[in-house]
């Protein structure tokens, strides 16, 4: 048989530069190897300092998660689920729990957040998906720069939906060119709100938003009550919470509207935003969809130490990857598509960079009204 080029038996191989293994013969060995082996051992002394420090921080610990609405939502049970398994894949293994902290459609937690929160990486939060939407709309109100969270990663990407009780008479999203109706949200903060009056003013809807609602829980059970008619939280929380309201011949609510970047596999023939509004209005109704991967994850406050910033990443990823948060996740009806944290972090600089003053400034009027 002949010898591959690129393979050869073991033992006929010859490493004419480990002569010797007596640092002292001033052989090869001495020249080449021993100084490229300190050299590795050199790289690799801050990222055990790293983990020492890491350690130290966590041992015995509570790190807390900051949810930006109250329980009960899809941001309550990915945090929930961070909260029972992050804590096996960070150095130390410190005791998770999580904190809630509703307000203005979420935006009181994402400042509080970057601006009050301890920075000494004992402090996570579940970010909301409108986070960059929120921040280019409504600068005033919202006090931080979302490029300087530090994103660890996401567990999932969802769409908004506008669902509506079947016995309203609304087949189609423009069926409410005629028929008026009434959502509810938890503020002016929120992508339901946002999402939900664009789409009204871009689509000449007769509709009108109630806020005050404490997270997408509620939103969604004040139709079961009968005190409106629709909301549009992402999918999943549709999904998860109110499965049976879709099925058999006669569903208690229809799914009529959705934005995000991709068609959610699960409602292939709900219409999406893009393709009902005119062309030239299509820029602002992707400018929404930015929303899409950010709101299932964890950050870090800005200006936390930049030993925390590559092991938590690894961390985060290590907890993706694990069977038993897969199988938590599956057990409470939730999607698991995972991305890291320097794609994300990418999606908010380009989705900062590229969004126009012009759609910026339409969408802020539209939605908030021209003083805003």
């Known amino acids: ?13 010859r490493w004419p530069m480990a002569r010797s293994n007596n640092p002292t013969s001033g052989g090869i060995m001495n020249k080449y190897v021993l100084p490229l082996a300190l050299a590795a051992s050199v790289t ?20 807390t998660i900051t949810i930006p609405y109250g329980p009960g939502g899809t941001y309550d049970k990915y945090g929930s689920s961070f909260s ?6 960070l150095p130390g293994k410190p005791n998770l729990i999580m904190q809630y902290m509703p307000g203005a459609g979420g935006a009181k937690a994402m400042n509080w957040f970057a601006n009050v929160a301890p920075k000494q990486g004992r402090n996570l939060m579940v970010p909301l998906d409108n ?22 990663g996401s567990s999932n990407q969802t769409n908004s939906v506008i669902v509506i ?4 008479g609304i087949k189609h999203i423009l069926d409410m060119r005629k028929i008026p109706a009434i959502g509810s949200t938890s503020g002016k903060n929120s992508s339901t709100y946002i999402f939900s009056v ?3 003013k871009l689509l000449g809807l007769k509709l009108k938003m109630v806020t005050g609602y404490k997270g997408s829980s509620r939103s969604i059970f004040a139709i079961e009550q009968g005190e409106v008619d629709f909301t549009a939280p992402n999918w999943l929380a549709w999904s998860s919470k109110v ?31 893009t393709e009902l509004v005119k062309p030239e209005d299509k820029p602002l109704a992707s400018f929404l969809a930015s929303a899409g991967p950010l709101g299932r994850g964890l950050i870090l406050p800005p200006k936390a130490a930049n030993y925390l910033k590559k092991p938590l990443r690894a961390a985060y990823d290590s907890m993706n990857a694990d069977p038993k948060f897969a199988a938590e996740l599956k057990k409470r009806k939730l999607r698991l598509i995972a991305s890291k944290g320097e794609t994300i972090q990418k999606i908010v600089a380009q989705a900062l960079k590229d969004t126009s003053p012009e759609v910026v400034a339409r969408v802020r009027s539209l939605v908030f009204g021209s003083g805003s």
């Open 1 to 13: 048989m002949r010898e591959s080029v690129l393979y050869r038996p073991a033992s006929r191989m």
């Open 44 to 63: 690799a002394m801050p990222a055990l300092a790293d983990n020492a420090k890491l350690t130290k921080l966590y041992s015995g610990k509570t790190v």
């Open 84 to 89: 029972n398994h992050l804590g096996r894949h």
């Open 131 to 152: 986070t960059v939407i929120n921040q280019v709309l409504r600068p005033k109100k919202m006090r931080y720069n979302a490029n300087d969270f530090f994103w660890l």
């Open 165 to 168: 009780r079947a016995d309203k």
């Open 198 to 200: 664009l789409a009204g």
């Open 243 to 273: 499965p049976h309201w879709f099925k058999g011949k006669k569903p208690f609510a229809l799914p009529i509207l959705q934005n995000g970047f991709f068609k959610d596999p699960n409602i292939p023939d709900v219409p999406m935003f």
